[in-house]
């Protein structure tokens, strides 16, 4: 077979358009949702949120029931170790004051030992009635329970500072014997104290540490009474070449002059020294005076010689020029015997 045009055979592979068109232009199924089913599904949803919190409450509940069970089987007891509890049940309750000299230290025209007494007669207003109140100072006496408030409260009134003072840990000692004698459950324990570390010797920390422990229900508290910033200047002890001389010897007086500052004040500072002997009418007669320069910390080393010292018993002191906080160690006093 022969055509004319056999060119033309090829026009009939436009019969693919119509082909091509019809694929393109069938119609594709959509996917439609039901509202009732969209519906169903978020209450299921919202029903297995729900589910699962109830599950997470109820277990949450029954681990609470057993801890509370286990709780309650071993019977806790809570002990409070300040005033909380029954104000008004009474109280077996020593008052320590530090009457050591350094407590007449001065500020704002008050001693370390006044503002004790304020404080502590203060507190004792606030004891419930019927306590046991007992007042100690720094005095080797043996501690006991005052009769009345009204006895507590004059003692306190009456308190001076002592010139051998004890330690406050032997005062402390002396006070937990006494509470441990007392009947009541609640005891209490004041000190007033500008907390020196010299009123804390530690050889007896061991032994007041057990003894606080062996008297149970036995609170300790410390009102520190103390000054941030103290100021003072002090004479040491006394260094005497000797304390018997012939009347042709000379008496060699040595000590340290000690400055206590606050960072506030100046670096240096001057202050003099004198040297004064009681005659035989025992008048001080002053018959030296030296003037030095101290640092805080430092000191400075005060001397004094003394001849021609008349035959029997010389008595003296040195003495700071000037006033500090603490006039009890500014004076120093010396006794010397000189033989014919």
């Known amino acids: 077979m022969t055509f004319v045009n056999f060119s033309l055979l090829f026009g009939g592979l436009l019969v ?17 949702e039901f509202p009732a089913l969209r519906f169903i599904q978020k209450r ?3 029903n297995r949120r729900r589910l699962r919190l109830q599950h997470l409450l109820l277990l ?14 071993a019977r806790p007891t809570v002990q409070f170790a300040g005033s909380l509890g029954s104000q008004e049940a009474p109280v077996a309750a020593a008052l320590i004051f530090d009457t050591a000299a350094r407590m007449e230290y001065r500020q704002d025209n008050q001693t370390r030992l006044e503002t004790a007494k304020r404080l502590g007669l203060w507190l004792l207003g606030q004891l419930p009635p019927d306590s046991q109140i007992a007042v100690l100072d720094a005095r080797r006496e043996p501690a006991h329970f005052q009769v009345e408030r009204g006895a507590a409260e004059q003692r306190i009134k009456r308190l001076a500072v002592t010139a051998n003072a004890d ?22 324990v004041y000190i007033f104290s500008d907390l020196a570390l010299k009123a804390w010797p530690t050889a007896n920390a061991a032994r007041l540490h057990d003894l606080s422990t062996a008297v149970p229900g036995t609170t300790i508290q410390l009102i520190d009474v103390g000054v941030p910033e103290p100021s003072n200047f002090a004479l040491g002890e006394l260094r005497l070449s000797s304390q018997v001389l012939s009347s042709r010897g000379t008496l060699t007086i040595q000590c340290d002059l000690l400055r206590m500052a606050a960072p506030s004040e100046p670096a240096s500072e001057q202050r003099s020294v004198e040297l004064f002997l009681l005659d035989e009418n025992r008048q001080a007669v002053k018959r030296a005076e030296q003037s030095y320069t101290v640092e805080p910390g430092k000191g400075a080393q005060v001397e004094f010689s003394l001849g021609a010292l008349p035959s029997g018993t ?7 020029v000037g006033q500090d906080g603490l006039a009890a160690d500014d004076t120093r006093y010396f006794t010397v015997a000189v033989q014919p």
């Open 167 to 188: 330690s406050l840990t032997e005062v402390v000692e002396r006070a937990l014997r006494l509470l441990e004698r007392s009947e009541l459950p609640r005891r209490e």
């Open 314 to 320: 010389n008595q003296g002191y040195l003495r700071i």
């Open 60 to 73: 949450l509940l029954r681990a609470g029931v057993i801890a509370f069970l286990a709780f309650a089987l």
């Open 16 to 32: 693919a358009v119509p082909i091509v068109l019809h694929l393109v232009m069938r119609q594709k199924p959509r996917l439609l």
């Open 44 to 46: 299921h949803e919202a």
